[in-house]
C-alpha cells in the first residue's frame, strides 16, 4: 500500500505543534468544546514535552502530520494516549502502526504492560484495539483532578462519562 510505504513515524518536534493542535480538534471533539477549559492541547504538548518527550510520536506522510501517539512508562506500566489518525487517511493501517510503534518504544524501556482508556460510546475505537489483540480488564477506572483544576467545574456530559463508561482494555 503506497500510504503505509511512505509513512514515517518519529518523535513530536515542536514545529509539529500546529499541525497536531489541528489534527487533535478534528479527531477529538473534547478539544473544540470551551466548556472544557482543561481540555487544551497545547497544555497537553507542553506538559508531555515535560515528561517523556520521547514517548510523543508523529506519523508523516509527505512532509505532512497525519498522526499522533503518546505513550508514558511509570516504572510499573504503560499508558497510550492520543492516538488519532487525519479523518481522510483512516482505515489504511496507520493506527496500527503508532500503537506498534509506541509499544515497541515501551518495551524497549523493559516496560511489561500497556493500559489504555476508551470511553464506552466510542464502539469503533474499542473494534479498533481489539483488533490489535487488546481486551477489557474487569475493572473500572477512577480518577480525580488535582492542582489548579480541582476545582474545575465538570460538565454533565463528562461526568456521565466517568467511571462507569470508561472501559480500560487493559489495567492492574
Ligand atoms: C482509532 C483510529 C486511530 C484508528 O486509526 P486507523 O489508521 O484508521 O486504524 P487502522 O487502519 O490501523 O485499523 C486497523 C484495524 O482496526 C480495526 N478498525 C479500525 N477502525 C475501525 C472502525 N472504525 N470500526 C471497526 N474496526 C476498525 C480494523 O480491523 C482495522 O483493520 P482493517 O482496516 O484491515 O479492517 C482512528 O479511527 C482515529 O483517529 N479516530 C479518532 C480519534 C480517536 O477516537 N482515537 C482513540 C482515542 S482512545
Redesign the pocket.
Known amino acids: 500500500m503506497t500510504t503505509a510505504a511512505t509513512l514515517s513515524i518519529r518523535c513530536f518536534d515542536a514545529s509539529d505543534t500546529d499541525a497536531v493542535v489541528a489534527l487533535w480538534q478534528e ?2 471533539p473534547e478539544y473544540r468544546d470551551t466548556t472544557r477549559p482543561h481540555r487544551n492541547p497545547h497544555l497537553s504538548i507542553a506538559n508531555k514535552m515535560a515528561t517523556q518527550p520521547d514517548l510523543f510520536f508523529v506519523a508523516e506522510l509527505d512532509h505532512r502530520v497525519i498522526g499522533t501517539v503518546m505513550a508514558g512508562y511509570d516504572g510499573h506500566r504503560g499508558w497510550m494516549y492520543s ?3 487525519d479523518a481522510t487517511q ?7 502502526r503508532l500503537v506498534a510503534h509506541a509499544e515497541a518504544a515501551l518495551t524497549a524501556r523493559g516496560c511489561p504492560k500497556v493500559n ?1 482508556q ?1 470511553l464506552s460510546a ?1 464502539e ?2 474499542r ?2 484495539y481489539e ?2 489483540g487488546y481486551r477489557a480488564d474487569a475493572v473500572i477506572s477512577l480518577g480525580k483532578r488535582l492542582g489548579a483544576m480541582a476545582d474545575a467545574a465538570v460538565p454533565a456530559a463528562e461526568a456521565k462519562e466517568a467511571p462507569e463508561a470508561t472501559t480500560s482494555p487493559f489495567v492492574v
Do not use: Q, T
Open positions: 479527531a477529538f492516538l488519532a489518525v483512516r482505515r489504511l493501517g496507520i493506527g496500527k489504555l476508551v466510542k469503533e475505537v473494534a479498533f483488533a490489535l
